[in-house]
């Protein structure tokens, strides 16, 4: 007996342990934690918004710029080397041609080379030579058959200037090898870099290569300018050097996880303050296209460097005794809630637990204690109710208080008691998000983030216009290698090698006079109409579902006859995937969408009348050519900064008269006002996922079971003795069931006794009867 009394309260210890895993218990005070850390997280992050001097925005901004230059110097080097190569190849499949020959080819297709010279290899014989002069002596002709033989390297002039040497093999049967070479600066193509902003090229040892925007101290005029120029030379080196020494690190420590955006090394540094204005600049390392691809251009080890002098701004701090307030307010409404659902529901359910102990134990003298309300007092009366049973009293008249007091409080149930605090936590969640530290009027949006807008639009505008027109360049220099007495197989032979080099072309074909195919390579034609070909370089066809742009180059000696290419749309798309821009778009003269960096619908219209206005504002001459535009509007609440750069280079693209415009919230940017606003929304949500998981979890795991549990309590004081109470969980909803089930079968004892004591009475009194 003492062991089995040992073991039961062992059992019972256990079940109360288990109440305290489960329950009422954990999600209150879940519910409490979490919003104690909230309103720390508030009074934290609401006083604590600090903008410097200079914008974090800003410097954002010229991370960007020196990423667009990287991916520019990258795609332009490995472009210069792609083309030298398919150059060399094509002449090698051919009949052999004199180098004067060959280097007045490719000078005549590709202005890109300061100087090119064909050597023979075995015995060093300079046989042909164009533009300026070459340092060959860089060139070990014993190492070219090593690996990495023929990778472009960079060599330094005696004049300080650097050099990039590009090499290729001329190899034709029964003739001596021979190596093509074409050097190049390191310079930037079509970085539109505006005022005051200077760009340069940096070696692995952090010294300048090459640089753009500072001016020669000979070129400018006053000592004042000559001190100037002095100045920001020796910040250019500066930030230089630093970067050179960041850009080291691993691309993956350097970045947040899923952050996207270049896949390179970059950032952002400040330098030196000087009347008003502040250096700012931004790094990049030459990056591979993909993910851990490298290139000729990316094996130079080479860091773009971009600067610019800012004017600074006032320091702002947002107010600490707002974000106190917001936090004060937080732990009342907290509070508020944690007593109403202690008091309602944790405290009412604690106290059925110990009353159903009770009455299993055997207590049955005094009455239940019924809670005011709710499922606890319909869950109190049938107790109540049962306990009479248990005493075998008829207790109709003692059970007709509770029950018709139950009646009236049965509205107010947990279900409703839990709705209320989720309105209360909703009336401080709600104004955060919408109302409180909104940013209007005053949000000032420095003026330099609308020039860096202007201005990498303006270079992403150039950069597709250079795309095109080396599309139609490669198409001129395979034209130049077909005559009239070349074959249908060798055309064939010579697309299929230019599509496999270069992903822009989605279709090559050679199309004669009459509109009839001679040869294609890839997908099939979209803009063969059975004409000859057209006499535009490169044309826009709108007749497809997609725009179809069109390169056409002549092939000599064959008059009408034409090598086209059709470029892939999302060819032109991915040169749009620029980080820090927004939205970008490709239209053509009537504004038609031709290319995009999202979703879009083929030459669907701009939906937005300020672009309207903007591209036509940036078509219009300024001087002798158009020039890009940048505006800052409002929208929907929001300022919007958007530019417009209209196609102005020369080129076999010019004719197509596009607009490159892109546009941004400037909600997105690390503005003062805009980030207290998007910490005021975060608090908000938090709040609300807060609130919804706390009560979302009281509502599961008690709520539910205890309106069950109500049911099944008052079927059983109503006299169902079949029903088995099983519990759900081992909490306190979970013990009251358990203490019900044992009371019914209780009841169930007690009606059985019934029975076989009115049998026996029966027989009893049946017996002197059948004796009379």
Known sequence: MAAS?????????????????????????????????????????????????????????????????????????????????????????????????????IGSVYQKWRGTAVVEISSGRLLAARGENLPLTAIDRAKLSGEGGLAPRMVKLANGETRLLTLSLLSWQ?????????????????ISLGNFRAI?????????????????????????????????????????????????????????????????????????????????????????????????ATSLELTVVAMVNVAESAERTSDAFAGLVLAGALLLVGALVIALLIGTVQRPLIALFLESRRLTRGDLTRRVTVPRGGEAARIGTALERLRRQLLDESGDEAAAAPRRRGGRLRRTGARTLVALCGVLLLAWCVPLGLLVNR??????????????????????NDRIRRALNEGHADLLSVASLMGEDTGAPHMRTVLERTLHEHLRYQSLYVLDANGKILARAGDDPQAADGKGPREEPIALHDGAKEPVVIATAQIPDRDGTAIVGEFRIDFLNSLLKRPGLGEIRVVDSKHRVIASNSGYRAFEKLDDERLDALVEGSALKVGMSPRPGSILYRSGGDHVIAAAAPFVGGGAAKPLDWTVVSWQSAKGLAIHEYSLQNRTVLAGLLGLAVGAASLGWLVIIVVGPLRELARRAEALADGD????????????????????????QQLQQQQQQRSKQAEAGGQSSAAPAGRN
Do not use: C
């Not at 720390?40 to 410097?52: H, Q």
């Not at 410097?59 to 398919?86: C, K, M, P, W, Y």
């Not at 949000?443 to 807008?453: E, G």
């Open 5 to 105: 009394r040992k073991t039961r309260r062992r059992k019972a210890r256990r079940r109360a342990d288990m109440s305290l895993l489960g329950g009422i218990r954990p999600p209150i005070t879940v519910l409490s934690v979490l919003l104690l850390a909230l309103a720390g997280f508030t009074a934290l992050s609401l006083g604590s918004v600090r903008e410097d001097r200079l914008p974090a925005a800003v410097l954002t901004s010229q991370q960007h710029f020196a990423e667009d230059g990287a991916i520019a110097l990258r795609a332009s080097l490995d472009e210069s080397v792609t083309d030298l190569n398919r150059s060399a190849a094509l002449f090698s499949t051919g009949k052999p041609v004199a180098p004067d020959a060959v280097l007045d080819r």
């Open 174 to 190: 029964g003739q001596p090898q021979q190596l093509l070479v074409a050097s190049s600066s390191l310079r930037f193509p079509g």
């Open 200 to 296: 340069a090229v940096v070696g692995p040892d952090g010294s300048v290569l090459s640089n753009d925007g500072i001016p020669e101290p000979e070129m400018v005029l006053t000592d004042l300018q000559r001190a100037d120029v002095k100045r920001d030379t020796k910040q250019l080196a500066s930030f230089a050097k630093t970067a050179a020494e960041r850009a080291e690190a691993h691309p993956l420590s350097t970045k947040e996880p899923g952050s996207g955006g270049f896949l390179g090394v970059s950032g952002s540094l400040m330098g030196g303050e000087w009347a008003g204005e502040r250096a700012a600049a931004g790094y990049a390392r030459l990056a591979g296209p993909e993910p851990g691809v490298g290139t000729g």
């Open 439 to 460: 940013a209007g009027d005053e949000v000032v949006v420095p003026q330099q983030l609308v020039n860096d807008q202007r201005e990498r639009t303006d270079t992403l």
């Open 721 to 744: 003795r079949r029903t088995v109470l099983y519990p759900r969980h081992h909490d306190e909803v979970g013990a009251v069931t358990r203490s019900l089930e044992i009371i019914r």
